[in-house]
């Protein structure tokens, strides 16, 4: 009996392991009428685009609106301010596929989807993706080319931190450095509220502490990450 | 009907009844009356929201204010709740109405105020608080230097009251800047006139359109120019209407925006959108960021935001290697009639919220008064082009000196704040305000929506014209659910109130079922007659 619990286990496990690395590979063929990832990258700002993504995460829903961190296996994107019901937004879980109608915009050097609804997408994967090793790409142009993605930028040291209002609970900007060079990242708290663990992480951060980062690449004025996590630097 | 159905339907409605007086004792309140002395041998905690213009020198003035109030008043905590956008603390305020578990005290504006007071005694009205002689503003029993009634500049007192009552007082009050690239103005060969006409303004942003062969601006040879951004859309389709002397509402709360002169208005934007000369801070990003860069010549802006504007600002949020040099006038707003200058008055107002203990207001009340002081007026205003809203710090001796030390520094004494700052002071009877109802928040919001529809429109290579504005109008109306005739003011409002909340719900069930009951008793008492006499008819 022991040996055949045992040997189910394994098999569960083994079949478990095959699906997430087959759900990790599989990139799914975009419906009709939707764009790929380089078609919407293409197109022009103020266009309408209609794409399909899985969503990473989301700000907190807001009068009848929400604001969702998504990505595809390709690139990523940022929905401002997505037309959502409540319940709805209560299902916009990382992994969930959606189709997203609306507009292409630009707003301080973000590009996002404005304007637009969404519908789920029965019986399709979930996605969710790995951050993407950016540290060689801070401070060059070629930087702004994985905007929205997850990204995770190592061996990062603290220059300081500052509450947008003096005291936590609001964002937390955040100043970082590698090589002399300083950039801008930033605790969005409408992404990770003051309950977090990587806020109260980023909180205790001291000027000096080398730290690896990941975050959403996003952008006002240039890069500023909205940090999902920080650790000591490995 | 059988005695036992009876008896099921009798204790039903006891029980309905005995619910719906529940329910209405939990979200009613009994109206606010001043305590003939405030208890000072309780303590209060009490909760105060207030908005910040994302300036971290005036949280921490709130910050200070609290502090030094607590030191006089040490039985009254105040805990603070700061935000940095206006429609999310009404946003809170009236998802809170719903759990009864409003602020205490809560910087708003009085449009937002017309809302809150649909919930039944929701907002303490002032009338009282104000006058009274041991309470009231400079009242006896006060422990710190008040201003008196008579010291609330009038036009801004009168800003807070509505259907007769005062149900706010006036914080800070601001007004519209143009902030303007003078010296882009110069070298496109225009002189600035002493007021700025919206004439002038369009065909100096249309002048500023015009690039070289390689997709260059000629006035700042870059890629990126436009040259006339407004920040609130909404003010700015106000302040145009009255300067035509059109229409946008009324005190009856009749809307009247949907004209000819607004159409006019929005095919004029429409134009200068095509043609690059116009964009709005919702679609494109601040005003301040783009001037600040040399990518803008006209920013419209709140005098509040004055600390952001220009190259040697104290505020920059745009990084070093973008910043350009250049000399920023500080001017009025565009007017179409410069001999009759119309600007809109805005700026935060405080409300007191009613509480079940009406010590707690006078707590509440107390605090509000203490954030009028001259000392918290005059440093709170200095931090951004605000001015304070008594006369009693106006004229004061510190605040004379801080306006006449404009320019000494690139910090306190920055000069674009301190010309926005002068702007108001010296058009204070230029300024306006809209009618308030409950419903013209949503108004507001519609107003300034029409720009951006219209921007929107003509950037996504839509045909703006009189079919497309006809049809914006129907949007408005149905997206802000607006009552034209002002019949049913208390219902306007976009998804104002958001969905029912929980209690309600049970409140609403309870009369349905209350109702159902009592129509079934009825129905059956009535049927049973029927029976009678259909049995009488048959003998």
Redesign the interface.
Known sequence: MKKLFAMLLALTMLLSCGAVLAEETAVEAKSEGVMTYAEYAAAEIEAEVVIECYVQATQSWWDNKITVYAADQEGAYFLYELACSEEDAAKLVPGAKIKVTGFKGQWAGEVEVMDATFEFVEGGISYIAEPVDLTALLGTEELVNYQNQLAIFKGMTVEGIEYKNGQPGDDIYVNLSLNGAAYSFCVERYLTDPETAVYKAVGELKAGDVVDVVGFLYWYEGPNTHITSVTAAQ | MSRMLKNVLLLFLCAACLLLTGCHGSQDKSAFEIPAAFDESRTYEITFWAK?D?N?TQ??LY?KAIEDFQAIYPNIRVNL??Y?DY??IY?DVITNIATDTTPNVCITYPDHIATYLTGDNCVAPLDGLMTDAKYGLGGSEIRFDAPTKAEIIPQFLAECAFDGHYYAVPYMRSTEACYVNKTFVEKLGFTLPEKLTWDFVWEVSEAATAKDEAGNYLVNGQKTMIPFIYKSTDNMMIQMLRQKGAGYSNQDGQILIFNDTTRELLETVASHVKSGAFSTFK????PA?FLNAGQCIFAIDSTAGATWMGSQAPLI???ED?LVQFETAVMMLPQFDTENPQMISQGPSMCVFNKEDPQEVLASWIFAQYMLTSEVQIAYASTEGYVPVTSKAQESAEYQDYLSRSGEDNDLHYDVKMQATQLLLEHVDDTFVTPVFNGSASLRDAAGQMIEEVT?GV???KTVDDAFISNLYDKMISLYRLNLDGSQGSSGGK?EL??LPGTAVTLLSAIGLAWGGIIAYVAVDAAKKRKRVKNNGYH
């Open positions: 910040n994302t971290i949280a921490d910050r709740r700061l940095t429609g999310r946003n679609i494109s990003s601040y960021n949020d745009i990084a973008k929107k950037r996504r290579k998804q958001g969905p």
